[in-house]
């Protein structure tokens, strides 16, 4: 399909008023749902869709001809880490262009446990503040135990949990769309089941999702099968959906154990347990150089407790007996690509600084653990990428029906700027892992399903216009792990909320996105 202009010159027909704002022209219309394209128009008045079906030669102010392109939904990222630009003190930052550019107009933020508890006056800051995209917010059950417990690793006394309990349930009432864990990291790693869920039964019972990034996806601790079948139990007991973040085997010891995972899932979805993930299209996970290879037990107590461990030299040998079986896990110090930007390291592997220092490479990832950040609460530049899964499973996971597009877009990983396209370069027209109407329906309509995001994932009359028109034939990722931040090519146009928010992948400055927070449910007072 060739690439054709937009015709967006403000067309007036004749001294009458248009009947609509926008038409979106000719285009081969995929809605979202589990239906057939069409080719037709797409009408927007204000921020609402108003028609979507076969050409009807309605006029309008602004007309965009879609011949040869694909018009669907704005697309939904269902886990995202995007708050060096939603909070950058730069406006035309906070247009979030890494997501703009490729076609989203919506993400989840708040994932793996990070999101405030004070989700209104947070909705409010970011409203304010002017956003290029739609945000979906979860509370984070790491912010929560954080507030209530620091870094300690102990559990909460009846009052301590009480106050967890109480976070959550306001934070549900403020328009949370649900409880995120991240129960690999500490602090959150040293929460028990019971713990967590106690304080999601607060979320479930105020009509929440139970988000996860699981306790262990690999085989650290409890192992992936083990950790699969918490979170899921997690969920019967606050009588909650269960979503897993970035659903994957990680890790040489369990590459290839994908049809097992999804077995486990399979079993919980027959029993009547609504379960369900997303994931990114990616062999390299993105993390830290701690939180890949540093034991949990060891950074009790936040960074300064882990660089006195590292001063005792019978902890730090304990420390690096089990740092060496971690690196083993990830598959060696070639394949952990360090990623954070300005650093000597960056764009070097693990194994590459090792050689270059004389040093063994546990010994390298501990120079760069004791390199402190600005504010020396933590260590600097201290991003990831590891390569440690496998194509065969990447792609039976993706291949499930419950399984949606998510970038887990954090910075330094190309993961954050190139996901959806990606995902339909390599996927889709190469690989042919999935169908283009899967690839559409699992990162617009079923993504919005699951998350309860009202009237928004489909073009139909009624819903707010948050629409895509993309060129297959330039829709392309340019970033790379050694170039992590060039923007995506290929969109014709992306309207969010009825306003042009990006014109042939260049932002047009209208930072038109809202904070999408759930009504407030039953149970929460006036």
Request: hydrophobic content about 40%; charged content about 20%; aromatic content about 6%.
């Amino acid at each position: 399909m060739s690439r054709l202009p937009i015709l967006a010159a403000l067309l007036i027909v004749g001294a009458a008023s248009p009947k609509v704002d926008v038409v979106i022209r000719g285009g081969t219309i995929y809605t979202g749902a589990a239906t057939p394209p069409i080719v037709g128009d797409v009408e927007l008045v204000g921020d609402r869709i108003v028609y979507v079906g076969p050409a009807r030669h309605t006029a309008a102010v602004t007309i965009i001809d879609a011949t040869g392109q694909i018009v669907a939904p704005g697309l939904i990222d269902a886990h995202t880490h995007p708050d060096t630009y939603l909070r950058s003190p730069d406006a035309k930052t906070r247009l979030n262009l890494p997501w703009l550019a490729q076609g989203v107009s919506t993400i989840v933020t708040g994932v793996d446990g990070g999101g405030t508890p004070d989700v209104a006056a947070d909705a409010r800051k970011l409203q304010a503040s002017g956003i290029g995209t739609n945000v979906v917010p979860f509370v984070g059950f790491g912010a929560i135990r954080q507030r209530v417990l620091g870094e300690a690793d102990r559990a909460p006394n009846a009052a301590e949990l009480a106050q967890e309990k109480a976070l959550a349930a306001n934070a549900m009432c403020e328009g949370a769309t649900g409880l995120s864990t991240g129960l690999f990291y500490a602090p959150q790693s040293f929460a028990t089941t019971d713990e967590v869920a106690a304080v999601a039964a607060e979320a479930g019972s105020r009509g929440g999702m139970y988000d996860t990034h699981q306790r262990d996806e690999s085989n650290y601790t409890i192992g992936l099968i083990a950790s699969t079948k918490e979170a899921i139990e997690i969920g019967r007991r606050a009588h909650m959906p269960v979503h897993f973040a970035h659903l994957k085997a990680l890790g040489v010891d369990l590459q290839g154990h994908a049809p097992e995972l999804i077995a486990t899932i399979e079993a919980a979805r027959r029993a009547g347990q609504d379960v369900t993930a997303d994931q990114y299209p990616w062999l390299a996970s993105g993390s830290s150089v701690d939180a890949s290879l540093v034991p949990r037990w060891a950074v009790d107590g936040g960074y300064k407790a882990m660089l006195a461990r590292f001063a005792e030299p019978a902890t730090l040998a304990r420390i690096k007996t089990e740092m060496t079986e971690n690196l083993r896990r990830r598959g060696g110090a070639e394949s952990l690509l360090l990623t954070s930007e300005g650093q000597p390291w960056t764009g070097k592997t693990l194994a590459q600084m090792a050689t270059q220092w004389g040093v063994s490479p546990i010994d390298a990832a501990i120079r760069i653990l004791k390199t402190p950040d600005a504010a020396g609460t933590g260590p600097a530049g201290v991003g990831v990428a590891s390569f440690n899964m496998i194509d065969r499973d990447v792609d039976l996971i993706m291949q499930q029906p419950w399984v949606v597009t998510s970038s887990d877009g954090s910075d330094g990983h190309p993961r954050q700027y190139a996901t959806m396209p990606q995902k339909y370069r390599l996927y889709v027209e190469q690989r042919k892992v999935i169908p283009l109407a899967d690839f559409i329906r699992r990162s617009s309509g079923l993504t919005a399903d699951i998350y309860k995001i009202n009237h928004r994932g489909y073009l139909r009359a009624g819903y707010y216009a948050d629409v895509v028109v993309l060129d297959p034939a330039r829709f392309a990722a340019r970033a790379d792990y050694i170039h992590p931040r060039i923007p995506s090519v290929g969109m014709s146009a992306l309207f969010v909320n009825g306003k042009l928010a990006l014109r042939d992948s260049a932002a047009t400055g209208a930072a038109a996105g809202r904070v999408l927070l759930r009504p407030r449910p039953a149970g929460c007072g006036a």
